[in-house]
């Protein structure tokens, strides 16, 4: 019993690693502060923009990625890239700023 406790804290906190090492780092070469950008105001919170984009029927996450925008694409400095499957089991990816939550684009993945 005491092993299986074990067993699931470390599954748990390997989780929780993984979903805050897929926020922390956006392209192979930048690495982000997802925590001092929030604090600074140079995004919203994870959850924020998830609550925007409660329309799109976003039913499972499968990935999420913080990269520094080009200029053109937004007005803020970075955007967050958003794959899910939606509730037809279409898996899509949505670009939104970061900051703001407005949908940059909506793709179909294959």
Request: aromatic residues 6%; proline residues 0%.
């Amino acid at each position: 019993m005491i092993r299986k406790n074990i067993i699931k804290k470390n599954i748990i906190l390997l989780i929780i690693i993984l979903l805050f090492s897929q926020l922390s780092w956006a392209d192979n070469s930048q690495v982000f502060d997802v925590k001092e950008l929030k604090e600074s105001g140079q995004i919203s919170s994870l959850e924020n923009i998830l609550d925007k984009l409660s329309k799109y029927d976003i039913s499972r996450l499968l990935e999420i990625e913080l990269k520094q925008a080009d200029s053109r694409q937004v007005k803020h400095q970075f955007i967050y890239e958003i794959e899910y499957i939606n509730g037809k089991g279409i898996v899509l990816e949505i670009e939104v700023d970061a900051l703001t939550a407005q949908v940059l684009s909506i793709e179909r993945e294959h």
